[in-house]
């Protein structure tokens, strides 16, 4: 299927903004600001067009019809697999795996490779500053298999305690998982002085790049990762699409996740063969029409490019940042050197709830809460935070429109 994003050459903030349908609306009365980037982005008008397209020239179930509609629908699925192996530049297609999102592609791990590979006494690594998808399924793994979860300590800037890393690694330690990019914080994590020191010792590595994928360049060839799991909702895609890369050689070796129909081979009662990858891992009619309309999200991306994007982004942090440190009373956290559009914050005496209520009621969206890191939440000593999350879209009127509606709740409620 060709897709054209429509999308003006150069960087142009009105021409971007003219492709996201739902920024003309209004939440309580006023112009919707919207601060949630990093729960889920919103979607331009040509992956919305996508979705119908599919829906209505070319719905049919794939990769077992002869006729032309499955034919269509397979060639566009397929098409979606290689164009995100040119994302994250993958060496080879069957290493692409769909899942329905960042969160079944980790547990895709902990219940096939996990299972076969981790044993009494073994030793799992991850951080202090992941979401629950990245602690959860290994909690889950450790009890079953009698194994032991350490935790890579943060920093009071929100970093990663790297020498606290060098010393829990060892060679009882076979896998290492961590995030790529803080949800909660925005902090940019050294993966690849990770991943090279885990390989040392002898681990495989899960990067969560849920957060990082839209931000920052993706190689994983480069990086050297085992698996690379992130969510396409979070990428001006729509929501029910995961990828899981795995490097083939690890991925032929795993034992399938689910049974049933496209990860067969042969039935038989006494045996059952398996498809080759990426098929073993994709039982059942996958999610075809958000998968489809997944290539034109990258489109979109592709066409304003990453460095236009970071850079739009990265200025946005630091002009809300500066903004956002004048505030009596309100505190950061979250203060690594090498952030994404990410600011998290809490105010002296009053629940980031309130806040956020407030904020809303001036059609401003942000998220409040634990943010799914409640270990992260605990490392620093609070409930939650108010958590303002930039992309590609807004713009720093919004920034200062926020500031003032924030400054106005801060006195309601002091
Ligand atoms: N990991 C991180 C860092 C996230 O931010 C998220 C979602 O916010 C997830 C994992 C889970 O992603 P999903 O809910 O799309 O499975």
Not at 68 to 86: G, H, N, S, V
Not at 161 to 180: C, P, Q, W
């Amino acid at each position: 299927m060709n897709v054209t994003s429509g999308i003006e050459s150069g960087f142009d903030i009105k021409d971007i903004r003219q492709h996201f349908p739902i920024l003309q609306r209004q939440v309580k009365g006023k112009p919707l600001i919207y601060f949630d980037n990093a729960a889920t982005s919103q979607k331009p008008q040509i992956v919305l067009d996508a979705l119908s397209n599919y829906y209505g020239h070319y719905n049919a179930n794939i990769h077992r019809g002869i006729h032309t509609l499955a034919e269509e629908a397979t060639a566009a699925f397929e098409e979606t697999r290689d164009a995100i192996r040119d994302f994250i530049h993958a060496g080879h297609r069957e290493e692409i795996i769909f899942t329905k999102g960042t969160t079944e592609s980790i547990n895709l791990v902990a219940y096939t490779w996990g299972r076969a590979n981790i044993q009494d006494g073994d030793e799992i690594l991850i951080s202090n500053m992941e979401h629950h998808s990245n602690i959860v399924p290994w909690q889950i793994l450790c009890k079953e298999k009698n194994a032991l979860l350490k935790i890579i300590p943060v920093n009071d800037e929100g970093e990663l305690d790297m020498e606290a890393y060098k010393k829990l690694i060892s060679h009882k330690t076979k896998l290492v998982s961590v995030v790529h990019v803080s949800n909660a914080l925005g902090t940019i994590n050294p993966v690849k002085d990770i991943i090279r020191l885990a390989h040392q010792a002898g681990a495989v590595v899960l990067i969560d790049g849920a957060q990082s994928a839209v931000h920052l360049d993706i190689d994983v060839a480069e990086m050297d990762c085992d698996f690379f799991a992130f969510s396409m909702h979070k990428l001006f895609g729509p929501t029910g699409v995961g990828i899981l890369y795995g490097k083939k050689d690890i991925l032929e070796n795993m034992p399938p996740f689910m049974g049933g129909g496209e990860m067969i081979k042969e039935v038989h009662f006494d045996k059952t063969t398996y498809a080759s990858l990426p098929y073993k891992f994709e039982a059942g009619t996958p999610n075809i029409a958000d998968v489809n309309a997944c290539k034109a999200a990258l489109v979109f991306i592709d066409k304003i490019g990453k460095e236009n994007l970071r850079q739009h982004e990265n200025e946005l942090l630091a002009y809300a940042t500066r903004e956002l440190k004048k505030i009596d009373g309100l505190h950061i956290i979250g203060n690594a050197k090498h952030k994404v559009s990410v600011i998290s914050f809490i105010v002296d005496k009053i629940h980031p709830q309130d806040l956020g209520i407030l904020l809303d009621n001036s059609g401003i969206a942000v998220r409040t809460g634990h943010h799914c890191t409640q270990p992260l939440m605990q490392r620093f000593g609070i409930p939650g935070t108010v958590r303002a999350s930039f992309s590609v879209y807004n713009t720093t009127e919004e920034i200062d429109t926020f500031v003032l509606a924030l400054k106005k709740a801060i006195k309601m409620l002091a």
